[in-house]
């Protein structure tokens, strides 16, 4: 019976990481971007157009893939090996933005940024995920370490202290509207560094 890991094996030696992410990645990206761009005409009135999006895409697509293939790419300027070296690293902000947007959603029900209170919040949910990757990643000298920083008595005092102050601040905050109906942690985060921006003024 084959593993999960025998199927990942056979599939990258069928090219997997080598071709077939590569070449679907900048087909998706290609075809997106000229559905948009309309360069060609407007798709939803002339079918022929999505046609000519769709062939453009997976000439481009294979015009980046083939020659990594056949080793025609001068050394250190392969793209596919330029793209699954940067794709991982792009996954990890996309995380960290993630969990940025789920820690101010969950303070944030309908945010002003004008207020220091919101701000603060939305600086110290960057801050705790940018230390907590970096820590995993290892960008900081051993130094850095918090428990280097605070002694472990004095960490104790520090949560106690923190959580008192939520609580304080969720029963004497005023009340905000009610959020709409399946409105979750992430949306309003989304919301909230929308209008941090100034998304909200439009």
């Known amino acids: 019976m084959a593993t999960f890991d025998t199927v ?5 030696s069928l090219g997997l990481s080598d071709v077939l992410l590569p070449f679907f990645l900048i087909f998706t990206i290609a075809f997106a971007v000229l559905q ?8 939803e009135s002339d079918q022929s157009v ?3 999006h769709v062939v453009l895409s997976t000439i481009l697509g294979l015009v980046v893939v083939i020659p990594h293939m ?17 794709l991982p690293n792009v996954a990890v902000v996309l ?3 993630v969990m940025v947007l ?6 944030g029900g309908s945010p002003t940024w004008a207020g220091g209170a919101r701000g603060f919040i939305a600086f110290l949910s ?36 923190a959580v008192f102050a939520l609580i304080i601040w969720f ?16 949306p309003r985060g989304l919301k909230a560094l929308g209008e941090l921006f100034g998304g909200g003024n439009e």
């Not at 004497?172 to 942690?185: H, L, N, V, Y």
Request: charged share 20%; net charge positive.
């Open 36 to 43: 948009r761009a309309k360069v060609l005409g407007d798709p």
């Open 126 to 161: 960057f801050a705790v995920v940018f230390y907590i990757f970096g820590s995993a990643a290892n960008w900081f000298p051993v130094n850095w370490s918090v428990d280097r920083w605070i002694a472990p008595d004095t960490q104790a005092v520090l949560i106690v202290l």
């Open 70 to 86: 056949l080793g025609k790419y001068p050394p250190n300027a392969d793209i596919v090996n330029i793209i699954n070296a940067a």
């Open 95 to 97: 995380v960290a933005l």
């Open 171 to 186: 029963i004497t905050k005023k009340p905000e509207k009610p959020k709409e109906a399946g409105e979750g942690a992430l």
């Open 8 to 12: 990942l094996r056979t599939l990258e």
């Open 50 to 52: 999505r046609t000519y």
């Open 102 to 107: 789920l820690l101010v959603g969950v303070f």
